[in-house]
């Protein structure tokens, strides 16, 4: 069966900090990968996606930066994190283009301070 | 633009009866929906979907349910138990099945 981790669970960096996410997914092979912010009581924001490696498609331009480095491994970064990063951040796959569910991970808590 | 909604923000429900979360959607074209659970803390979990060539799908307890006349789904839960105290989320797919947008979402609270 799949599996998606996510670390850290939470983290709390001060502002002006960089920032990097670490999303895997296991049982699995060339998955779409996604990024999603959710910022308390609300909604989920897609970030980026990527279909492949080294593919990354942009939502929303903002301070963070995305990376697939490895089929199954999604990473989120920031050079320079701003107050208005703060937020739970979810990654998710799916099994690629022929299918529509996306499943999600546990997700990081991330406080900037 | 195309979006998927939610009609209420906050369901209140006494532990065993049943609870019908709504969800409207704009896009005429859609053709799959898929219903998430959100447990406080913790990432989306799929509950169910649904094919526009379907009216009815049940699985343990939940049914969805689709109106495609006036684009409207629905989530029912039966014998609403206190574990299903969550956001819960409508979705679909855009741009060529590559991402999903996200209703607003709708808190269920179950009170015993």
């Known amino acids: 069966s799949q599996t998606i981790h996510q670390w850290p669970a939470t983290l709390v960096q001060p502002v002006g900090s960089p920032l990097s996410l670490e999303c895997t997914v296991e049982g699995t092979s060339n998955p779409n990968l996604y990024w999603y912010r959710q910022a308390a009581g609300r909604g989920l924001q897609l970030l980026f996606y990527s279909v492949g490696i080294g593919q990354i498609s942009s939502e929303v331009p903002q301070n963070l930066s995305a990376s697939r480095p490895q089929d199954r491994q999604f990473i989120l970064s920031s050079k320079k994190l701003l107050l208005s990063d703060s937020g739970f951040y979810l990654c998710a796959w799916k099994k690629g283009p022929s299918t529509d569910t996306q499943y999600f991970g546990p997700g990081t808590r991330l406080t900037v301070l | 633009g195309e979006s998927v909604g939610l009609h209420l923000p906050t369901l209140s429900v006494q532990e065993g009866d049943n609870s019908i979360i709504n969800c409207a959607y704009s896009?005429?074209?859609?053709?799959?929906f898929i219903w998430y659970k959100q447990e406080s803390g913790k990432g989306p979990q799929f509950i169910i979907d649904?094919?526009?060539?379907?009216d009815k799908r049940q699985g343990q307890r939940v049914t969805v349910l689709l109106n495609k006349t006036v684009k409207h789904l629905s989530l029912q839960i039966a014998a609403t138990q206190p574990g299903d105290s969550a956001v819960y989320f409508c979705?679909?797919?855009?741009?060529?099945?590559?991402?999903?947008?996200f209703g607003a979402g709708t808190r269920l609270a179950v009170h015993p």
């Open positions: 649904i094919r526009s060539n379907m």
């Open positions: 896009n005429s074209a859609s053709d799959y």
């Open positions: 979705a679909e797919p855009e741009g060529g099945y590559n991402k999903l947008i």
